[in-house]
């Protein structure tokens, strides 16, 4: 009984430290990256991504290199980068998954940290739409009901910020399509993962790779080249110290968040990281020195119940369909 309390308050002791871990990790990624993408004089988005890209790409080709000389201690599962059908099977995603990334650090680069949320807030509509369109999976009216008040918390958000004489326009568009590339690659991921044993490790291998080469024209068409000739910091060790940080930080969290899952479980993730989201919310505001009306407050709690309400809702609609039909008595 002893031994059993004792196993029960170290599965609770790991459980706290993964998910305390992945909230001061993942706020910390976050405000390093609005520090890289409008805190330094480098207007160069897609190169700051491209970098972030390249290092978890590194890091995980460190890890297969561990693997194949103390694979007892370290594992990780032989992959092949340039075979023509993993290219054909996973190009697609690393596409949307670089449209995500970029999207992503635009929005970020043009809106305040404190209402990035709320113009990210879409991605669970977009998933409504696109599973319905792609996976032909229906959705649940509990669930779009759901939908509705994260569309009206994000139209409202919108409006206070334009009210406040702060919204960004690009940036609130930039927010939009990132929450549907996120979207698009969450399908996409769905659809190929059986195709590479499941393992969520080599795909993102793949895609940081692959993002990497593909991020390159997006710096030339971009006309990053030029600023990055002209930046006076670029051989500044703080500078290439803070972006190695900044894609570190990006790596912790994928594996922070696989941790999480594992842990715990995919409905915890979703709800933890809507509560990590709203202190998120809170500390930009404290530490950005920001005055927000109460109804702007008001739409980001709209955003962040609601989406906490689908992702219950959603694990209840699955709990559901996987229980037995009951037998009857003739």
């Given at each position: 009984?002893?031994?059993?309390?004792?196993?029960?308050?170290?599965?609770?002791?790991?459980?706290?430290?993964?998910?305390?871990?992945?909230?001061?990790?993942?706020?910390?990624?976050?405000?390093?990256?609005?520090?890289?993408?409008?805190?330094?004089?480098?207007?160069?988005?897609?190169?700051?991504?491209?970098?972030?890209?390249?290092?978890t790409a590194f890091i995980c080709l460190v890890k297969q290199l561990l693997n194949k000389q103390w694979p007892t201690k370290v594992s990780f599962p032989e992959t092949n980068v340039w075979n023509a059908h993993t290219i054909?099977?996973?190009?697609?995603?690393?596409?949307?998954?670089?449209?995500?990334?970029?999207?992503?650090?635009?929005?970020?680069?043009?809106?305040?940290?404190?209402?990035?949320?709320?113009?990210?807030?879409?991605?669970?509509?977009?998933?409504?739409?696109?599973?319905?369109?792609?996976?032909?999976?229906?959705?649940?009216?509990?669930?779009?009901?759901?939908?509705?008040?994260?569309?009206?918390?994000?139209?409202?958000?919108?409006?206070?910020?334009?009210?406040?004489?702060?919204?960004?326009?690009?940036?609130?568009?930039?927010?939009?399509?990132?929450?549907?590339?996120?979207?698009?690659?969450?399908?996409?991921?769905?659809?190929?993962?059986?195709?590479?044993?499941?393992?969520?490790?080599?795909?993102?291998?793949?895609?940081?790779?692959?993002?990497?080469?593909?991020?390159?024209?997006?710096?030339?068409?971009?006309?990053?080249?030029?600023?990055?000739?002209?930046?006076?910091?670029?051989?500044?060790?703080?500078?290439?110290?803070?972006?190695?940080?900044?894609?570190?930080?990006?790596?912790?969290?994928?594996?922070?968040?696989?941790?999480?899952?594992?842990?715990?479980?995919?409905?915890?993730?979703?709800?933890?990281?809507?509560?990590?989201?709203?202190?998120?919310?809170?500390?930009?505001?404290?530490?950005?020195?920001?005055?927000?009306?109460?109804?702007?407050?008001?739409?980001?709690?709209?955003?962040?119940?609601?989406?906490?309400?689908?992702?219950?809702?959603?694990?209840?609609?699955?709990?559901?369909?996987?229980?037995?039909?009951?037998?009857?008595?003739?």
């Amino acid at each position: 009984m002893v031994i059993q309390q004792e196993s029960l308050f170290q599965k609770y002791i790991t459980i706290f430290l993964v998910v305390s871990s992945y909230w001061v990790v993942s706020i910390f990624t976050v405000f390093v990256n609005k520090a890289l993408l409008s805190g330094i004089k480098l207007d160069a988005p897609m190169f700051i991504a491209c970098y972030q890209t390249l290092v978890t790409a590194f890091i995980c080709l460190v890890k297969q290199l561990l693997n194949k000389q103390w694979p007892t201690k370290v594992s990780f599962p032989e992959t092949n980068v340039w075979n023509a059908h993993t290219i054909k099977t996973v190009l697609p995603v690393s596409f949307v998954f670089t449209m995500m990334i970029a999207t992503n650090n635009l929005c970020l680069q043009h809106v305040s940290l404190a209402f990035y949320y709320v113009g990210r807030s879409l991605t669970t509509m977009f998933n409504v739409i696109l599973t319905y369109l792609i996976l032909k999976e229906k959705t649940s009216l509990r669930c779009l009901v759901c939908c509705s008040f994260i569309i009206f918390g994000f139209y409202l958000g919108v409006d206070q910020e334009k009210l406040a004489g702060s919204l960004s326009v690009s940036g609130t568009i930039f927010g939009v399509l990132a929450s549907l590339s996120l979207s698009l690659f969450s399908i996409l991921t769905k659809k190929v993962l059986p195709k590479l044993n499941s393992d969520v490790w080599v795909l993102s291998y793949y895609n940081n790779i692959y993002a990497t080469i593909l991020f390159l024209p997006l710096i030339i068409l971009n006309g990053e080249l030029k600023t990055i000739y002209n930046f006076g910091g670029i051989w500044d060790i703080n500078f290439w110290f803070s972006m190695t940080v900044g894609g570190v930080c990006g790596f912790s969290v994928g594996f922070l968040t696989s941790l999480q899952i594992k842990y715990t479980s995919a409905l915890t993730h979703n709800i933890s990281g809507t509560a990590k989201a709203c202190a998120q919310t809170v500390l930009a505001t404290y530490w950005y020195h920001e005055i927000k009306s109460f109804l702007w407050w008001t739409s980001n709690i709209i955003v962040l119940v609601s989406s906490a309400t689908y992702a219950r809702i959603k694990q209840l609609d699955m709990e559901a369909r996987q229980v037995l039909p009951s037998y009857q008595k003739v």
